[in-house]
């Protein structure tokens, strides 16, 4: 079994579950799977039952935590951002892919559905006190094709890869008609050698090579077209 996941106490809306919970039930008394670690002595279908075996725990350096903001729940007329809900948080390696197991990669999320993994406690909103003063990087993709730097993004930042891992807040997909927009939100948009440093991993890291660009959430805030101020 490996380490519960923590779900969080607002879990309101499913769609990015994917119908494929995790087989950890693995008493079902058939043969086993490929894989599966079977006892010398277990040789007789009357086998006492044993105790389970303890799964090692891999700790991360941080919590995190998986936000949701379903487009059917989106309106007009409310404020932005009244529709994100946290969904669970997890501080361990196994607790992460028991996750990612069972949540939709971008490509299969509706049209308009924004996901978000933030360090806990950081609320994916200019509004949060640690994301304040911040920025973010963007990559854009075409339809369909960011589920695989989504998870390099994710790897990324739970494994501590980044050289100023302490400058990230979180990282959000957004799911929109014609493209897939991945976004590294970061602490103190005005530390330009901390998110350059930062650009330049993640596009290693995603083995990307075209020029992405550095928004300062103040500047956002006034212009729904804000300038980059920093590009790698
Ligand atoms: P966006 O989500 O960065 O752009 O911001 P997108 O995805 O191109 O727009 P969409 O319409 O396709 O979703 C779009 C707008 O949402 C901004 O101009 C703001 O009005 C609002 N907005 C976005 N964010 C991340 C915030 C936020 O953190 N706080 C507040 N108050 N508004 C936000």
């Not at 086998?47 to 700790?59: G, I, N, R, W």
């Not at 807040?169 to 590294?184: D, F, P, W």
Request: glycine residues 6%; contains cysteine; proline residues 5%.
């Amino acid at each position: 079994m490996v380490e519960e996941v923590e779900k969080s106490s607002s879990v309101t809306e499913e769609p990015i579950m994917t119908n494929n919970p995790q087989a950890d039930d693995d008493d079902d008394g058939e043969a086993p799977e490929e894989g599966e670690i079977v006892s010398d002595d277990d040789t007789s279908s009357s086998a006492k039952p044993t105790a389970p075996l303890a799964v090692e725990s891999h700790p991360l350096e941080h919590s995190w935590t998986f936000w949701f903001d379903n487009p059917s729940a989106k309106s007009k007329q409310a404020a932005w951002g009244s529709s994100i809900r946290p969904i669970y948080t997890f501080s361990t390696v196994e607790g992460f892919w028991s996750l990612y197991n069972n949540i939709h990669l971008p490509s299969k999320l509706a049209v308009g559905a924004d996901l978000h993994c933030f360090k806990n406690k950081i609320e994916p909103k200019w509004e949060d006190p640690v994301c304040a003063n911040g920025g973010r990087w963007t990559v854009a993709f075409a339809k369909s094709k960011s589920d695989t730097s989504w998870l390099y993004t994710l790897l990324a930042m739970i494994g501590e890869q980044f050289d100023n891992g302490d400058e990230i807040c979180g990282a959000v997909v957004n799911v929109r008609s014609r493209q897939e927009r991945i976004g590294l939100w970061t602490k103190n948009a005005a530390n330009e050698m901390a998110q350059v440093s930062i650009g330049r991993q993640w596009k290693e890291f995603l083995d990307y090579n075209e020029g992405i660009g550095f928004i300062f959430h103040d500047d956002a805030k006034l212009d729904r077209n804000p300038k980059n101020r920093y590009t790698v």
